[in-house]
């Protein structure tokens, strides 16, 4: 589906939901905040001192460090990283609203300036026609220079508006296909 497409390929869809995994990640980390944290460390030491000769040891250590309470600032950060996780998903929403709203209409305006183009087709045919009974009027002497200026007017009009219903369409499909993320610098 087309609103699929545009969901995963749209870049402003894309960084919000880049935000919003982010964001997840440090709800994690103040979540940890709330347990212990353990420190290891080990080694070895070797000096040389000459009235010793030499001293060589192996040494480690292990760190156990809890804070207890600190003024609920965890607590309170923990609730604002969610806050911010919550906005990021509501901006995701709002996105998703405004690209299903825009895709939906430049398919309408797609399906309506294919409709332009098969009545101006239409009318092309119809003034085509009526311009040529116009001219063999006017070279049989029945019709009048002014009947023939004015059919190659409407003729001249009817292509007019077939080239704006092919042009309407072809940008239509451009703004559709910026939407979705398919544009031709993406096929090269």
């Not at 997840?24 to 000096?47: C, H, M, N």
């Not at 010793?52 to 207890?68: D, H």
Request: proline share 2%; hydrophobic share 40%; charged share 25%.
């Amino acid at each position: 589906s087309l609103f699929i497409i545009a969901f995963q390929n749209y870049p402003e869809l894309q960084i919000i939901n880049n935000l919003g995994l982010s964001q997840l990640a440090k709800i994690q980390e103040t979540k940890t905040e709330f347990y212990p944290r353990i420190g290891v460390s080990a080694g070895y030491d070797w000096s040389y001192n000459p009235i010793v000769q030499e001293q060589r040891g192996w040494y480690s250590a292990i760190a156990l460090r809890w804070n207890i309470f600190n003024g609920n600032e965890r607590r309170y950060r923990l609730q604002s990283e969610k806050v911010r996780k919550n906005t990021y998903e509501n901006q995701a929403d709002e996105i998703k609203n405004f690209l299903i709203k825009e895709v939906s209409n430049w398919l309408i305006s797609i399906k309506e300036a294919e409709n332009q183009i098969i009545l101006a087709e239409r009318l092309m045919i119809t003034t085509s026609e009526n311009l040529e009974i116009a001219k063999s009027q006017f070279n049989v002497g029945t019709g009048s220079m002014l009947e023939l200026t004015d059919a190659r007017v409407k003729d001249l009009l009817a292509k007019q508006k077939n080239i704006q219903a092919m042009t309407t369409l072809q940008i239509a499909m451009a703004n559709l296909e910026r939407l979705i993320g398919n544009t031709n610098e993406n096929k090269k």
